[in-house]
C-alpha cells in the first residue's frame, strides 16, 4: 500500500511566522506535489518537483518555496505566512507515467 | 498549460438514480483522465481513470466516457448508493507533462 503521510492534520500559526510543511511518500516515486485546496476553487498546484533538487512552479507559487533534499522528502515553505494562506494543503506523489497520484491525508492550515 | 472545466458544481440525486459529471479540457495533447472521489474528512482517491486510446471504461457502477473530438470525458455513476455522497473531481495529464490539472470538484448528495 502506497503511503503518503503529511507531517501535521492541524496547524495554527501566526501571521509573518515561516511555516513547515512536512510530506514523506514510502513508494519511491519521482513526482511529488503540493496542492492547496479551497471551497469551490478545487485543487490548485502550488510547487511540483519530478526529482531530488528539482523544482518547478504551479498555479499559484507566490508566497510559498519548497525544497527536496531526499526523493522521499518533499517539503513546503511559507516564508512569511499571511490570513489569506490559511487553507487545506495536499501532498501528493506520483511514479513517472500515465498513472495514479496517491495523496497525503492533508493539513489544515489556519493562519491567525 | 491545461485548463479543466467541471460541471455541475453540486447535485443531489435520488438513492437509485444515476448522476453525470462533465469535465472538458483545453489541451488537444492530453493522453490521461482519472477522477477522484474525496470523502468529507478523507484524502482524494482514484475511483477510475481512462487513458486517450480508450472511448470507455467501466467498473460496476462507475464508467468514464471519453470524447477526443470535443475533449470532453465525463463520469457516470448507476444505481447511486448514499455512500457514493462526497466530492467527485476530474483531472487531465497533458502529453509530456509530470502533473495533473484539476477540475474544480462536484459535490454529490445522494439522498435516501
Known amino acids: 500500500d502506497v503511503k503518503v503521510t503529511q507531517s501535521s492534520r492541524y496547524l495554527v500559526k501566526r501571521t509573518g511566522e515561516k511555516v513547515f510543511l512536512e510530506c514523506v511518500q514510502d513508494m519511491d516515486h519521482e513526482n511529488m506535489f503540493w496542492y492547496r485546496q479551497d471551497p469551490g476553487l478545487g485543487l490548485r498546484l502550488i510547487y511540483f518537483s519530478y526529482d531530488v533538487k528539482m523544482k518547478e512552479k504551479g498555479d499559484i507559487p507566490e508566497g510559498y518555496s519548497v525544497s527536496r533534499e531526499k526523493k522521499e522528502r518533499f517539503s513546503l515553505i511559507l516564508e512569511s505566512a499571511s490570513t489569506n494562506q490559511t487553507s487545506m494543503y495536499l501532498c501528493?506523489?506520483?511514479?513517472?507515467?500515465?498513472?495514479?497520484?496517491?495523496f497525503g491525508q492533508g493539513t489544515r492550515l489556519t493562519v491567525v | 498549460g491545461e485548463n479543466v472545466e467541471q460541471h455541475p458544481s453540486t447535485l443531489s440525486v435520488q438513492e437509485g438514480d444515476s448522476a453525470v459529471i462533465k469535465c472538458t479540457y483545453s489541451?488537444?495533447?492530453?493522453?490521461?483522465f482519472p477522477w477522484y472521489k474525496q470523502e468529507l474528512g478523507k484524502r482524494p482517491q482514484l475511483i477510475i481513470d481512462?487513458?486517450?486510446?480508450?472511448g470507455e471504461k467501466k467498473d460496476q457502477r462507475i464508467a468514464v466516457t471519453l470524447n477526443k473530438t470535443a475533449k470532453h470525458f465525463s463520469l457516470h455513476i448507476t444505481e447511486t448508493q448514499p455512500e457514493d455522497s462526497a466530492v467527485y473531481f476530474c483531472?487531465?495529464?497533458?502529453?509530456?507533462?509530470?502533473?495533473?490539472?484539476f477540475g474544480k470538484g462536484t459535490k454529490l448528495s445522494v439522498i435516501p
Open positions: 483531472a487531465a495529464n497533458g502529453a509530456g507533462s509530470y502533473q495533473l490539472t
Open positions: 489541451d488537444s495533447a492530453s493522453n490521461y
Open positions: 501528493a506523489s506520483r511514479p513517472t507515467g500515465n498513472t495514479e497520484a496517491f
Open positions: 481512462i487513458r486517450s486510446n480508450v
